[in-house]
């Protein structure tokens, strides 16, 4: 592989997607009040959604080595280096399982049905990628990865009400929305590949067109929830509301300007749009 930026490596590495989840497992942390978990907990989190990417890539990118198809570069990599990261996938697959071993009971009770939009997602990944944004595997990749950053913390919140508490949660909610409009976005680029013509340069408009309408939705309807938060007092989820609002801004910014960025870089800062809202949720929370 040739000589790549540093700043790329993260992404090609898929660490970019560990990070992310770690960031917003923290300003769960804060806004739930949770005093205390596993100290494995974290660790358990980023390396299963490291593995959860790596096996994704994978499979987008079986078959396709020394066929010539155009490839994005954490694709190729994983295309290129298939055994070595089957190798760390495994290994990979074995710390998991060695830290929900150090995890309660009652944790891995509560967090099992996160495994059911894992299990589809991968079950929709099985099939070609579709031309095109694929909403409902985005849809189910936003959940699965929203659902399962947060059910750890949330059961050490002392919630009494149950998972379900967990699914209906306004902060979760927002969450999920904003991992599911981010992975469509990054589906969206990443489909159109040269300059289309005729249907379906009509049909990536009218994509375009529904992401930002989701995008200008989720800003307003965080506006909208920040206020509510600070009528009855609660600054830090006015601050968790503001800084989502500050991510889905970040994407509303790409998807306006996206021409001025090339696409490795789109894809990048695709996800450091939800790592900015972090800084942002430790200013407005003071």
Known sequence: MARRPLWIWPNILSLDAPLVALAW???FKQIWL????????PWLLALTVWCIYVADRLMDSRGMRGTGAALALR???????????????CAGVLGVLFLLSRQSRGLLAYAYP???????????????????VSWFKNIVAGLAFAYGTTVGVHFR???????????LSSEVVVFALLCMINM????????????ETGGDENERELEN???????LALVIVCYLLAGSAEGFGSQAH????????????????LALFRHLFSPVSLRILADVALLVPLPFFCLFAN
């Open 114 to 132: 996160v495994a059911v939009p894992v299990l589809l997602y991968f079950l929709i990944s099985f099939q070609r990628p579709e031309k095109g």
């Open 75 to 89: 694709h190729r990599f994983h295309c290129d280096y298939r055994g070595l990261m089957i190798v760390a996938l």
């Open 25 to 27: 497992f923290w300003m």
């Open 34 to 41: 949770v005093k205390y978990h596993q100290p494995s907990l």
């Open 184 to 195: 469509m976005v990054i589906d969206h680029w990443e489909s159109g590949g040269e300059e």
């Open 238 to 253: 006015k601050a968790f509301y503001l800084a989502a609002m500050v991510g889905a801004g970040g994407l509303a910014f």
């Open 157 to 167: 919140s002392g919630s009494s009400v149950g998972v379900h508490e967990l699914a």
């Open 209 to 215: 067109a529904i992401i930002k309408i989701l995008l």
